[in-house]
């Protein structure tokens, strides 16, 4: 178990174990849900730090656990088309809250969901090996017909087995705060199925002793159509009903007004909310808080208003008044702010300009220090002993040269909390390696990049919260509004039906392409 | 002098007679037309009716047999010698107005300023 603080709700495919992965990820939601009024006062924004890999522009947090989370939603993590259903888990929780440690619970989930594929899939070779085991001697023997029956059947649950494989069983990226919906429906239905093939088959063929082994073949062939059918609903439910758009999701950041277009199917708004986030990471540049806010010489003359004084002995009813009288008199004296901020921008553009130039030039000089060696120069190396060097002692050789002009530039364009020495150097040594030119080297810092550019790899999760005055498991729909909020910056999300298109027809005749010229002929007579 | 396709056009004509003026071996007029029904109506400055693809003069040599004739810039020819100007190509009008035959050509030219002329008369005359 780890101790590092973590975020759950967002977790991405990494190394780490599934169960295990979960378990931090549903263990962190919860404490930062309990605590997310108090865990503002402890936020820690690490700018400016060399030594510190790279800005999370998402905060950190305290480390300390809280077991205090009495949890009222409940998370459904499905890994197969027979995932736990809602209200097992809420049962489980209630029992598993106070006894077993968290981790357990991690395992609950996706081992039930096992198990009831497990079952699932092994009720009809039970079907057919129970009487053989019980009964032998009273079966009917049954031929061809039977083993005929046995070969579909082997083939069948093979299919199921593969495509439950590829189509489910995959680690879930992301952890939704209410169930989703379908694939409870689905796993309830297929309990309920099972559950009642089991009943039929218990009362109809184990307790009189069917002898006829044939039906009972049958009977087993027939569930594992059903089951096929099942998993043919839940290919269509889950995976392919929310391929065809419907709805255009306009998503804006709060803090920047970046904003995006994009088109859905017919989702949920948990499960909108989760692709947009996906979105949001490959699309949108990173959230820089430093370039927020206007610069304080602009700001401050705006700060300096005057003041009203009321001469009135009865002051109660003039507040209101007075903040009237002061704001229509900030709005008549003369504002020259936009004029300082026109020049203020242009001037720093200016600087970036150079800056840039700077920072080109430089590169480009140290780049031609070092080459690579081709395999037959080493021959020749006794006649000019040159040093060898791997990449990373190449980057550090030639990164002196430029990194004044580098940290200046990326100063100036406030992006040095997001690139440490170390991180540069790295992705220097990642260009030299494969042969980049100075300009793709370049690249990464020219231009703010998204913000899956700067996120760490180190199976992380993400907290986002889904703000929303419907409820989150509800379908899109027009005029819908919801947000997703981190600490410092909320996505707000807005729903739009796409258009109904009405395509006409126009036959256009190949050879009605006819030109003339135009002519404005002048003649003199 | 706004035209409905299978309507008579009616206006204010003037009548000019041009000598021909003898220049080499041809016999020129003096001025340029510009118009006709194979042209681009909407690049005629002179037109009222930017659909109108009539002959207009576009030019006049000065000193010229058109000029002492008193033709203006911006004139729209009707008839010549009896020729309809109306409907004719930019070519077809050419030739009319160059025949080596003839050395006088009488054209029957309308203008704005002819029918502003005509009603103040007409005003004046009735009240």
């Known amino acids: 178990m780890d101790n590092e603080s973590q975020y759950s709700g967002y977790s991405y495919k990494s190394s780490h174990s599934r169960s295990s992965r979960k378990h931090r990820d549903r263990r962190d939601r919860h404490r930062s849900k309990s605590r997310d009024s108090s865990s503002r006062g402890d936020k820690s924004v690490t700018i400016q730090t060399p030594a510190e890999p790279l800005l999370d522009a998402e905060s950190t947090r305290g480390d300390d656990r809280d077991d205090n989370w009495g949890e009222t939603t409940t998370v459904v993590t499905g890994t197969s088309e027979h995932s736990i259903s809602n209200e097992d888990l809420t049962r489980l929780t209630k029992d598993l809250e106070e006894s077993t440690p968290l981790e357990c619970k991690r395992f609950v989930g996706p081992a039930l969901g096992g198990c009831l594929s497990f079952f699932a899939l092994v009720t009809p070779l039970a079907f057919l090996i129970l009487p053989q085991v019980l009964w032998r001697d009273t079966l009917e023997p049954c031929g061809t017909p039977c083993e005929g029956l046995y070969v579909s059947l082997a083939f069948k649950l093979l299919v199921l087995l593969i495509s439950s494989w590829a189509l489910f069983l995959r680690p879930p990226r992301a952890t939704l705060p209410r169930f989703f919906v379908f694939r409870c429906l689905l796993m309830v239905l297929v309990f309920l199925f099972v559950a009642s093939y089991w009943l039929f088959y218990g009362v109809r063929v184990l307790e009189p002793r069917e002898p006829d082994y044939r039906g009972i073949v049958e009977y087993a062939a027939s569930l594992v159509d059903a089951l096929l059918f099942i998993q043919y609903l839940a290919l269509v439910l889950l995976e392919v009903r929310h391929l065809q758009p419907a709805f255009c999701l306009k998503v804006v950041r709060s803090t920047d007004g970046a904003s995006k277009f994009y088109n859905v199917g017919h989702l949920s708004i948990q499960r909108a909310a989760v692709w947009v986030l996906d979105r949001y990471y490959s699309d949108f540049s990173v959230y820089n808080p430093a370039t927020l806010n206007l610069p304080k010489s602009i700001l401050s003359k705006k700060m300096t208003g005057f003041k009203v004084y009321s001469l009135d002995e009865n002051t109660t009813n003039n507040s209101t008044g007075q903040s009237r009288a002061m704001i229509a008199a900030a709005a008549r004296r003369r504002d020259n702010s936009h004029n300082e901020y026109y020049y203020e921008e242009a001037e720093m553009e200016r600087r970036v300009r150079k800056r840039k130039a700077r920072l080109v030039v430089a590169v480009e000089e140290a780049f031609t220090h070092i080459k690579r060696l081709q395999e037959d120069e080493a021959a020749s190396s006794p006649k000019h002993p040159r040093e060898v060097m791997d990449p990373r002692e190449a980057a550090q050789a030639i990164f002196a040269p430029m990194a004044r002009a580098m940290q200046k530039y990326l100063r100036t364009t406030r992006q040095q909390g997001f690139h440490s020495m170390e991180s540069i150097l790295t992705h220097l040594q990642f260009c030299i390696t494969h042969n980049m030119t100075p300009k793709a080297f370049l690249e990464r810092y020219l231009a703010p990049g998204p913000t899956m550019q700067y996120q760490q790899q180190n199976g992380r999760g993400r907290q986002w919260t889904l703000v929303s005055e419907e409820p989150v498991t509800s379908a899109l729909r027009q005029g819908l509004v919801f947000s997703l909020r981190r600490v410092d910056f909320s996505l707000v999300v807005t729903v739009t039906p796409l258009p109904f298109l009405r395509l006409g027809e126009e036959f256009i005749d190949p050879k009605s392409h006819k030109f003339v010229m135009r002519l404005q002929s002048e003649t003199s007579v | ?127």
């Open chain 2, 1 to 127: 002098m706004s035209f409905v396709p299978g309507q008579p056009v009616t206006a204010v004509v003037q009548r000019i007679e041009i000598q021909k003026l003898r220049q080499g071996d041809k016999l020129i007029l003096g001025f340029s037309i510009g118009g006709g029904i194979d042209q681009d109506p909407g690049q005629n400055p002179f037109s009222e009716d930017k659909t109108d693809k009539g002959i207009y003069v576009t030019r006049i040599s000065p000193g010229g047999p058109a000029d002492v004739a008193n033709l203006r810039m911006g004139d729209k020819i009707m008839q010549v010698n009896g020729w309809d100007m109306t409907m004719v190509t930019h070519d077809q009008a050419r030739k009319k107005l160059t025949k080596q035959k003839e050395d006088v050509v009488r054209l029957l030219i309308t203008r704005k300023s002819l029918e502003e002329t005509v009603r103040l008369q007409l005003k004046s005359m009735l009240s």
